[in-house]
């Protein structure tokens, strides 16, 4: 035997072992659980949430919202923008906006505004920092970032992304919040990973129309 053949022989047997573990997850129990989440599910949008009455139009072109010296936990969200036949979106536009760590939004100026766009690749990437939660009552609202999402020539789709019922952030309780606010969306919340220095990575996956 050849050593090439050797080679091939071995990476055959590498590629049925990772065909039996694979069936073992889709068909097991429960393990499935543990897989990464799918990326992009053909002919569904991300769940579109209100604009709420905080947007502003022309914003400054930047993908880092932070401005220097400004207190909060640091956050940087990447993702990809697909379409809904899943396929990366290049030069997508994305709007973001949000409150501060106070709860306050910017309606004179353009802090924590701003819009970007995704590469050849469809992928973004924004720095900001955890927003607060505000409102009471009906109003009231958990921490979320706004978003707007457009693929070129194509409709806006409006939502807002949210933070995970664990997130450690001015001392808050973001399983209460997330329960007390009634236009919370659990399909929007954005994994993140552990919090390191202050600062989290969240990655989310943008679906346009
Ligand atoms: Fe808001």
């Known amino acids: ?37 799918t990326p992009c599910t053909p002919g569904a949008t991300t769940p579109p949430v209100m604009e709420g009455p905080y947007f502003k139009p022309n914003t400054p072109e ?13 956050i940087t969200v990447s993702g990809t923008v697909f379409t809904q036949n899943c396929t990366p979106v290049a030069r997508a536009l994305i709007e973001a906006w949000q409150c501060d760590s106070k709860g306050i939004y910017d309606n004179s100026g353009y802090t924590l505004r701003g819009h970007f766009y995704t590469d050849a690749n469809g992928k973004f990437s924004f720095k900001s920092i955890i927003p607060r939660d505000y409102g009471t009552g009906a109003d009231y609202r958990a921490p979320h970032i706004h978003i707007k999402v457009q693929r070129p020539t194509a409709q806006v789709l409006t939502t807002q992304l949210f933070f995970p019922d664990d997130t450690e952030a001015y001392g808050l309780n973001f399983a209460e919040m997330n329960r007390r606010d009634r236009i919370f969306e659990r399909r929007n919340v954005m994994p993140l990973s552990p919090k390191v220095d202050n600062h989290y990575d969240a990655a989310f996956d943008l679906v346009t129309y």
Do not use: N
């Open 62 to 74: 930047r993908s880092d919202l932070l401005t220097p010296g400004m207190p909060g936990v640091l």
């Open 1 to 37: 035997m050849t050593h090439s053949r050797r080679i091939i022989l071995k990476a055959g047997a590498t590629a049925a072992a990772l065909t039996a573990a694979g069936m073992a997850l889709t068909e097991g129990t429960g393990q499935g659980k543990t897989l990464p989440l």
